[in-house]
């Protein structure tokens, strides 16, 4: 069955960094898009960013980009989220979900989340 | 960037009873709108795409319509498992990917 299984949140320091990976399994990894997308505190979702299913495009929010990186290593089946930057209203619970079909745009499958905290 | 509205904010509602939820967008989105599931502690559930393709493993009480700028979420007698969060989400135009402010259903 899919699975997807998010690590590296925690809490960090205004301006600090933190990576977060997404191991994925039960599927063909490098077949499909993958997102990430996050909820802050008692919020709604917002989606982070996109990558094609070879690397080859990535897109950003607005309110990511440029601190925010996504990659992706199809041989180890694993998404990562470099943040870089980091401000109080980073955070959230972040989650990697797997594009439906290819590139629809639709999440058909998410992780379990995790929390990233930005606090000094 | 399309914004979406979803209405109303919260809904109270006795089990078995249906519940009908609306989520509007700035502008078309044409048919590309996806319905979104969440439990407390939970991911959210891929429930509806494409306005009103069922995904797999969802029950057929739920169901999607609309086209344009006007959507619906239709659950028709709800259980016990549905009360939660929903979201809707476009996927027309972007970047960005936009997803409405939820609709709660509670039970009343």
């Known amino acids: 069955q899919v699975q997807l299984v998010e690590s590296g949140g925690g809490v960090v320091q205004p301006g600090r960094s933190l990576r977060l990976s997404c191991a994925a399994s039960?599927?063909?990894?490098?077949?499909?898009?993958m997102h990430w997308v996050r909820q802050a505190p008692g919020k709604g979702l917002e989606w982070v960013a996109v990558?094609?299913?070879?690397?080859?495009?990535?897109v950003y929010a607005d309110s990511v980009k440029g601190r925010f990186a996504i990659s992706r290593d199809n041989s180890e089946n694993t998404l990562y989220l470099q943040m870089n930057s980091l401000s109080a209203e980073d955070t959230a619970v972040y989650y990697c979900?797997?594009?439906?079909?290819?590139?629809?745009?639709?999440?058909?499958?998410w992780g379990q989340g995790t929390l990233v905290a930005v606090s000094s | 960037e399309i914004v979406m509205t979803q209405s109303p904010a919260t809904l109270s509602v006795s089990p078995g009873e249906g519940a009908t939820l609306s989520c509007r967008a700035s502008?078309?989105?044409?048919?590309?709108l996806a319905w979104y599931q969440q439990k407390p502690g939970q991911a959210p559930r891929l429930l509806i795409y494409?306005?009103?393709t069922r995904a797999t493993g969802i029950p057929a009480r739920f169901s999607g319509s609309g086209s344009g700028t006007e959507f619906t979420l239709t659950i028709s007698s709800l259980q016990s498992e549905d009360f939660a969060v929903y979201y809707c989400?476009?996927?027309?135009?972007?970047?960005?990917?936009?997803f409405g402010g939820g609709t709660k259903v509670e039970i009343k």
């Open positions: 039960g599927f063909t990894f490098s077949r499909y898009g």
């Open positions: 502008q078309s989105v044409n048919s590309k």
């Open positions: 494409d306005a009103y």
């Open positions: 989400q476009q996927y027309n135009i972007w970047p960005p990917l936009t």
């Open positions: 990558i094609w299913h070879d690397g080859g495009q990535k």
């Open positions: 979900a797997r594009d439906d079909d290819g590139d629809r745009n639709v999440f058909d499958y």
